[in-house]
T-cell receptor, first 108, second 113 residues
Framework: GQQVMQIPQYQHVQEGEDFTTYCNSSTTLSNIQWYKQRPGGHPVFLIQLVKSGEVKKQKRLTFQFGEAKKNSSLHITATQTTDVGTYFCAGPGDQFYFGTGTSLTVIP | EADIYQTPRYLVIGTGKKITLECSQTMGHDKMYWYQQDPGMELHLIHYSYGVNSTEKGDLSSESTVSRIRTEHFPLTLESARPSHTSQYLC????????????FGSGTRLTVV
């Protein structure tokens, strides 16, 4: 099936540092979604990007969809301990295909 | 806040037992899904449904079955549990017109001993 790859797999940052995770697909995506999963929790939908080159912001989170609609990124500015968790991108289909996830650890 | 409910939250069961994991949603979503996820790992699609009497297998064959007799209910059954089935099982649903993301339940953490 369709696959989306995420890098890095793990990221440790000092609190206050920025963080970015990247999602890549070999095929053009009609849209892409991002989810956050806290340790021990379940994935929670963050956002959906649809348009080529789209940029959306949610407070300290910035989401981008590539011009070719084959890649996307999530950038967190000035991380906080509440940002800890795994961030997944998901590519579309009748059933979304989740990326491998990036696990973020924030060191106080 | 969840409109999708999974029971039980935790389950420890012996090898060879038959178990059913329950999932119900109150949002009227036609599309429902079951995912398997090991701790800290990616989600693997097990089964999905587009509506009543519609069920399909996902990429991960987990020797399980599902049914969709009512819109709101999508149970997952393991006919004979094995230790390799030890994992977290997440149920999700989605708006019928594909708008917005999945809503996930809190999951069932299954341990087969």
């Amino acid at each position: 099936g369709q696959q989306v790859m995420q890098i890095p797999q793990y990221q440790h940052v000092q609190e206050g540092e920025d963080f970015t995770t990247y999602c890549n697909s070999s095929t053009t995506l009609s849209n892409i979604q991002w989810y956050k999963q806290r340790p021990g929790g379940h994935p929670v939908f963050l956002i959906q990007l649809v348009k080529s080159g789209e940029v959306k912001k949610q407070k300290r989170l910035t989401f981008q969809f590539g011009e070719a609609k084959k890649n996307s990124s999530l950038h967190i500015t000035a991380t906080q301990t509440t940002d800890v968790g795994t961030y997944f991108c998901a590519g579309p289909g009748d059933q979304f295909y989740f990326g491998t996830g990036t696990s973020l650890t924030v060191i106080p | 806040e969840a409109d999708i409910y999974q029971t039980p939250r935790y389950l420890v069961i012996g090898t060879g037992k038959k178990i059913t994991l329950e999932c119900s949603q109150t949002m009227g979503h036609d599309k429902m899904y079951w995912y398997q996820q090991d701790p800290g790992m990616e989600l693997h699609l097990i089964h999905y449904s587009y509506g009543v009497n519609s069920t399909e297998k996902g990429d991960l064959s987990s020797e399980s079955t599902v049914s969709r007799i009512r819109t709101e209910h999508f149970p997952l059954t393991l006919e004979s549990a094995r230790p390799s089935h030890t994992s977290q099982y997440l149920c999700a649903s989605r708006h019928p017109h594909g708008k917005g993301g999945y809503t996930f339940g809190s999951g069932t953490r299954l341990t087969v001993v």
